[in-house]
């Protein structure tokens, strides 16, 4: 079972990403959410990176949900999540 005992985030503004990690045992799952699904799911429209990363916060147990059913999926080492994926 994955978990997520880690709540770092990062945005990669370049990637157009939102960088997180999960962990699978001892094997690191890492997530790249696609900005253009948080702010679908967010209502935000193209922010500066704390807007991201507040809007990720708080649709931290969504996005933890998603990427759970996500890598359920692929079983792989970097699992890209976009909003087809909530």
Known sequence: MIGF?????SFDEDAGTIRFSGYDGVMEVRFLLE???LERLAGLTRSPDTAYLDAFDRYRKQIETAAIRSYGKKRASLVRLSFADF
């Open 5 to 9: 005992p880690n709540s770092m985030r």
């Open 35 to 37: 900005a253009p699904a």
